[in-house]
């Protein structure tokens, strides 16, 4: 991992601690319009407009003060969102229980099904569909994203 990234990186958790968020992801990436770093946050009950503006603020100064990127970039700083990317292991462990919608490849093949991560262990994952199990390994996972659904209230008067 690249030094820079693991300056940003701790950088970073350590704001969101004091923020009283958690850091979910970071993405660097060179744009058209120039170096972007994207923080992505976590919270339980959900990370508010607030918590994304005052991390902003902190990381902003913190790079600065750091010159941890010469030269330009755009700080984007937002919520992992409802439908958040699975990456790495602490992601998944993170959605244990949830929907989630998992694509993988064996043997030249592509399968996609969505199900309830049951268990992440230490080379793949458990995903319940219906009342199967089906494990994926790690190696095999092309993509993974949690998955809203939008629940019935039945209202009461």
């Not at 992801?25 to 990370?47: C, H, P, S």
């Not at 030269?71 to 949830?98: D, M, Q, W």
Request: proline share 2%.
């Amino acid at each position: 991992m690249d030094k820079h990234f693991q300056e940003l990186e701790s950088l970073a958790k350590d704001i969101c601690q004091k923020e009283g968020v958690a850091l979910y992801d970071i993405e660097v990436k060179n744009t058209r319009k120039g170096m972007v770093v994207a923080v992505f946050l976590t919270k339980i009950n959900g990370v508010k407009v607030d918590d994304c503006a005052r991390v902003s603020r902190s990381i902003e100064q913190e790079l600065d003060r750091v010159d941890l990127f010469p030269g330009s970039y755009f700080l984007e700083v937002s919520s992992a969102g409802l439908e958040r990317p699975l990456k790495l292991k602490k992601h998944f462990v993170s959605a244990i229980n949830e929907l989630i919608r998992v694509t993988w490849k064996t043997d030249d093949k592509t399968f996609s099904h969505d199900g309830i991560l049951a268990e992440v262990r230490e080379d793949d994952i458990v995903l319940r569909v219906d009342e199967e199990q089906m494990n994926i390994p790690y190696k095999e996972i092309r993509k993974a994203k949690t998955v809203f659904e939008m629940k019935k209230c039945n209202k009461s008067q």
